[in-house]
T-cell receptor
Framework: GIQVEQSPPDLILQEGANSTLRCNFS?????LQWFHQNPWGQLINLFY???GTKQNGRLSATTVATERYSLLYISSSQTTDSGVYFC??????????????FGKGITLSVRP | NAGVMQNPRHLVRRRGQEARLRCSPM?????VYWYRQLPEEGLKFMVY????????ESGMPKERFSAEFPKEGPSILRIQQVVRGDSAAYFC????????????FGPGTRLTVT
């Protein structure tokens, strides 16, 4: 099946710093989503971005489908950005199968 | 608009009991997915359902686990005779359609088996 690799596995930032989180995938996809799992365990939808660029406040994401990677940018980080960031993909040739495959996540700690 | 709702948020069961997890999809969504997050194993797909149909259950353990999404009411994930290894966070997601629609996740149910 499709492989999803996220890097770096851990990231520590000082409040106010910027960061880039990366997601590589091994096959063509027709769905890619980024999630934030907060310290309470809730999964928050950040972006649905199978291709192109989107922005939402201090967060933005870019997916280059032809090169099989996606980037999540966090600018002016805040302590509330702490948690685990997941990338999840759906391979292109899945028919009726809609199961997302998740990466292992990137643990972000933002220090005040 | 209400998002995906799951209840209970926390569930404690003793070994051998049954656990029932409920998921109400977003309004207008008829596709439901269940995922499980085991410690050290990450998030894994379990089952994909549409109203009254199981579309893909390739991620469900063969025994003790079942899921349904009836014509009326929430989707139910049922675990019979729970064991300690079933302790995990169970997430439900819903979407407007199948591939390639965005999946919206609920807050999860944390199951602890004592």
């Amino acid at each position: 099946g499709i492989q999803v690799e996220q890097s770096p596995p851990d990231l520590i930032l000082q409040e106010g710093a910027n960061s880039t989180l990366r997601c590589n995938f091994s096959d063509s996809v027709n769905n890619l989503q980024w999630f934030h799992q907060n310290p309470w365990g809730q999964l928050i939808n950040l972006f649905y971005i199978p291709s192109g660029t989107k922005q939402n406040g201090r967060l933005s994401a870019t997916t280059v489908a032809t090169e099989r990677y996606s980037l999540l940018y966090i600018s002016s980080s805040q302590t509330t950005d702490s948690g685990v960031y997941f990338c999840a993909v759906l391979p292109l040739y899945t028919g009726a199968n809609s199961k997302l495959t998740f990466g292992k996540g990137i643990t972000l700690s933002v220090r005040p | 608009n209400a998002g995906v709702m799951q209840n209970p948020r926390h569930l404690v069961r003793r070994r051998g009991q049954e656990a029932r997890l409920r998921c109400s999809p977003m309004k207008g969504h008829s596709h439901v997915y269940w995922y499980r997050q085991l410690p050290e194993e990450g998030l894994k797909f379990m089952v994909y359902l549409q109203k009254e149909n199981i579309i893909d259950e390739s991620g469900m353990p063969k025994e003790r686990f079942s899921a349904e999404f009836p014509k009326e009411g929430p989707s139910i994930l049922r675990i019979q005779q729970v064991v300690r290894g079933d302790s995990a966070a169970y997430f439900c997601a819903s979407s407007l359609g199948s591939t390639p629609y965005e999946q919206y996740f609920g807050p999860g149910t944390r199951l602890t088996v004592t």
